[in-house]
């Protein structure tokens, strides 16, 4: 949906109270910020209640607002709280928060209608029509994936209902936001949890091969505003007000004057954080080795000397108007900001000796400070009968009563929720399913699989001896790919073919328009049952777990949980299959890292690339475990044994025995 304001929103990062002063000082529009849970920046220091409370106050002060985040993905033990939270977040007079489990936006807006959800980048959203699903569950406005070229902004902007937002500036994911599990699985830190460890950032093969420079979009800003986004956000809640402050008030001024940067501004941006430079390689399509960056000693020592400052707050003018007469309590109004409120204090008592002079009224009540206001006392309106006393003690609390009516006055009225008990929305019957990243892996499996398998294929692969019951979307699908995806899909549909594993919200409602029966794969994220409840209400029929769930939470949801696979760690847009080994090495690249451990890389359509866990998830002999849990629905991944090995692989499990060598086990935590 195409904005309906002259300009974008400017978004800025706040990961503490000084850092939301500095953004709200240097211009920004609204600043996004979380607190000590639920928030996809655990290290950050984050913010107390009490900090929220101000927070809030201070941004609307100044005409910004004030988002609060609660985007990380969510057990069905967590949702209530979570819920709950949003509910306390809401009564503070937040404008809307920011959420990345589908579960908790469909749940929230049908709780709190009155509060804007913005679907987080984490949701993976990179088409029209996965805008639409999020905006069916309740989001009013979505986080389009960083790796959008400038015309799918445009077109999704133009085509989607919700209204849209885009990364502007500060540090890139390599992998598609919401699709990383490198931290989680290999690390043990989970990435969609808000406690990345940056494995991107670490040397595979001896060279930083994925750590990407920052992203900077100053030399775009009149494309940016003509395309019809309503927000641009800056990355950086791990950074310093100084940070926060240089960066939005270089990005205020070009959005102002509406003009692309200088190259002295893209100096100043340099300076303030770089990463060897910057890179809009995923706006403009011009993807590759230039986007690589690290830090160097001197970006370090430039970054010091601009991140020093300190930004303190900066008052609001209030005026003030006291009326103090005989036989009636003292009455107070405090208008800033648009507002006024008014209190009323003690019935003032007749003077015994020295009368209050209007004078030291106005200068007692002028004394705001250790608040947002400031006023002149020769300003304040005072109507005050002769002969008549108030204790300094009382005109104190007046103006304290004041100040804490106008604050109390940024909150709404709370509303009710009870909990919701949603029953397992998924089929509890037995059933194993199996993808094949080739046909020949599948023909090499057919004679030992049982009866009523599902097996899959990738979508463009060629089919072999054995027909799949199933075709496996790309993982990703911009609005510009849409076309060539549907012929190829109905011409599988064609065939007879009746199963579409998805691996995006935005592909279910596609495969449902060509008469498929759709799967969801583990790209899904669902961690609980409402997440789960939500996406079969768009057409979903069955789904895979996320892998990060432990065995007794994937119980508490219900779904099918991969027994077996190399599970994707990483989807890049970038092909660095082709960047470090050549094409001709496509099918047998691997990165390794620092302690040997290697990690294959996969094409995904067209040229994305899919980097694996080198150690594959194996229960096949844990099926004691399975059973208690009630886990009967179980998936495994082959993509890259040989035909031979997926067999024996698959032999293996059906006979409950274990593998050789290194596997990863379900993990005991979320």
């Known amino acids: ?76 033990r967590e949702l209530p709280d979570a819920v709950r939270r949003a509910g306390e977040l809401r009564e503070l007079g937040a404008d809307a928060l920011i959420v990345a489990d589908v579960g908790l936006i469909a749940r929230l807006s049908e709780v709190f209608p009155d509060l804007p959800i913005h679907a987080s980048t984490q949701a993976s959203a990179h088409s029209t029509e996965g805008c639409d699903l999020l905006a069916r569950l309740g989001a009013k406005r979505v986080v389009l994936a960083r790796e959008l070229p400038l015309s799918d902004v445009v077109s999704t902007t133009k085509n989607a209902t919700p209204e849209t937002e885009i990364f502007l500036h500060g540090a890139l994911c390599v992998s598609h936001s919401g699709q990383c599990l490198f931290s989680s699985l290999v690390g043990g830190r989970s990435g969609n949890r808000g406690a990345c460890a940056q494995p991107c950032r670490l040397p595979y ?50 959005l102002d004057e509406g003009r692309a940067a200088t190259e002295y501004e893209i100096g100043e941006l340099t300076r303030i954080f770089s990463r060897g430079g910057f890179t809009d390689g995923y706006l403009t399509g011009k993807t590759g080795r230039g986007m690589l960056g690290v830090r160097s000693a001197t970006d370090k020592a430039n970054s010091r000397e601009a991140n020093d400052a300190v930004y303190p707050p900066i008052p609001v003018k209030a005026d003030l108007a006291c009326r103090v007469l005989p036989g009636a309590p003292a009455t107070l109004t405090l208008s800033a900001a648009g507002r006024s409120v008014t209190v009323t204090g003690a019935i003032p008592e007749p003077a015994k000796s020295a009368p209050l002079e209007k004078t030291a009224l106005a200068e007692r009540l002028a004394k705001l400070g250790g608040t947002f206001f400031v006023c002149d006392p020769a300003g304040i309106e005072i109507d005050l009968a002769p002969g008549l006393n108030l204790s300094p003690g009382t005109v104190n609390e007046l103006r304290r009563s004041a100040v804490a009516a106008w604050e109390a006055g940024e909150k709404r009225a709370p509303l009710s929720c009870r909990n919701e008990n949603v029953a397992r929305p998924f089929p509890a019957d037995p059933l194993l399913s199996v993808f094949c990243q080739t046909a020949r892996q599948l023909d090499a499996l057919a004679s030992l699989l049982p009866k009523g398998a599902e097996t899959f294929l990738p979508l463009w692969e060629e089919i072999g001896e054995t027909e799949p019951t199933g075709i496996s979307f790309p993982a990703v699908v911009f609005d510009g790919e ?14 007879g073919i009746g199963l579409a594993l998805v691996h995006n919200v935005g592909q279910i409602a596609l495969a449902r328009s060509l008469g498929f029966t759709v799967i969801g794969s583990q790209r899904l994220n669902i961690t609980n049952r409402r997440a789960a409840a939500a996406l079969k209400s768009e057409g979903l029929s069955d789904a895979l777990l996320s892998p990060e769930l432990p065995l007794p939470a994937a119980a508490a949801v219900g779904g099918r949980v991969i027994a077996y696979g190399h599970i994707p760690l990483m989807l890049t847009e970038r092909c660095f299959i082709r960047e470090n080994f050549g094409c001709e090495k496509c099918g047998s690249a691997v990165f390794t890292d620092r302690t040997g451990a290697n990690f294959p890389l ?6 994305r690339n899919q980097i694996l866990n080198g150690i594959p998830t194996y229960l096949g002999d844990k099926q004691a475990e399975l059973d208690a849990a009630n886990l009967r629905r179980l998936h495994l991944l082959f993509t890259v044994e040989t035909p031979l090995d997926a067999r024996e692989v698959l032999a293996r499990f059906l006979a409950g025995k274990p593998l050789a060598g290194a596997v990863r086990r379900a993990p005991r935590s979320f």
């Open 205 to 254: 093969d001896g060279r930083e091969r994925l750590s990407l420079r920052d992203l900077c979009l100053a030399p775009h800003i009149p494309a940016l505003i003509a395309s019809g986004v309503a927000s641009l956000k800056i990355e950086g809640r791990m950074k310093s007000p100084g940070y926060v402050f240089g960066v939005t008030k270089i990005y205020r001024r070009l």
């Open 1 to 76: 949906m195409f904005r309906k304001t002259a300009l974008p929103e400017l978004l800025s990062p706040a990961g503490s109270y000084e850092a939301l002063v500095a953004a709200v000082n240097a211009g920004a529009d609204a600043v996004y910020f979380g607190g000590k849970k639920l928030n996809a920046r655990t290290f950050a220091r984050n913010f107390e209640d009490e900090e929220i409370a101000r927070a809030i106050v201070y941004c609307h002060l100044h005409g910004a607002k004030a988002y609060v985040t609660l985007n990380t993905l969510l057990s069905e």
């Open 482 to 495: 849409r076309d060539e995806l549907l012929a190829a899909a109905r011409a599988a549909r064609g065939r």
């Open 602 to 607: 996969l094409r995904e359509y067209p040229h």
